[in-house]
């Protein structure tokens, strides 16, 4: 069921079907004792280690590169899932070539503003058109609940790729485990194709 329908829907059917609306099935998540907030005025993403030049990004950085649109169901690898979920960003491909990263790099890492949480991919999967960093969601700025003002989103893998309050990107000589998997989840956390993904980049 597309966004539009589900929504349509539930301003009229009082059973439940706003449980279908696109970001309404998330769980917010976060491994720390709370949910940290950097209003968009004050918020920076750096760009950081093997690179040619270090970035320092505003959010009006963000919005000034050129934009790419995904639509990619969001699924926890506990079990729950969103549909169709529409996001807005910058491709990981672009910040990594604006910094001009080293070409004998082999991974990036992921680290959150929160302190505790970091995230890694190997180069190629990081490369990915389907590998963004966020700052809208369905339409809106990311919130503090969801990981903003700006977010990783790795769409082919389970959530727990997908870094919330992204801090800093840096790009390293060898894969690092991040949160999760230095507690035994996989490194390469794909999504099994058999949901019926649209998720390729729109624009
Ligand atoms: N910083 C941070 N990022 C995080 C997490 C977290 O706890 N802290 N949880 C991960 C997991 S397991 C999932 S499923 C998604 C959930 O995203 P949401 O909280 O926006 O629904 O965020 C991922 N990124
Ligand atoms: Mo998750």
């Not at 589900?6 to 004792?33: E, N, Q």
Request: aromatic share 10%.
């Amino acid at each position: 069921m597309s966004g539009r329908l589900a929504g349509a829907l539930s301003k009229h059917d009082p059973t439940g079907l706003s449980a279908l609306i696109p970001g309404s099935g998330f769980r917010y998540y976060t491994v720390t004792s709370g949910f940290p907030y950097k209003p968009p005025a004050v918020y920076r993403l750096a760009v950081t280690g093997n690179v040619g030049r270090e970035l320092v990004l505003t959010v009006d950085d963000l919005k000034a590169m050129p934009r790419t649109a995904l639509t990619s169901d969001f699924q926890c690898v506990t079990g729950w899932r969103v549909p169709d979920v529409h996001w807005e960003g910058v491709k990981l491909s672009a910040l990594l070539d604006r910094a001009s990263t080293d070409s004998d790099q082999t991974a990036v890492q992921f680290i959150s503003y929160d302190g505790a949480y970091t995230e890694s991919l190997t180069m190629a999967e990081a490369r990915r058109p389907d590998v963004l960093v966020v700052d809208t969601l369905e339409g809106k700025p990311i919130g503090r609940d969801h990981g903003g003002p700006a977010r990783l989103l790795v769409a082919p893998m389970y959530g727990y790729k997908s870094c919330k309050w992204l801090s800093e990107i840096r790009v390293t000589s060898r894969l690092i485990p991040g949160y999760w998997e230095r507690l035994g989840y996989d490194q390469e956390a794909w999504v099994g194709k058999s949901n019926g993904r649209a998720d390729a980049p729109t624009t």
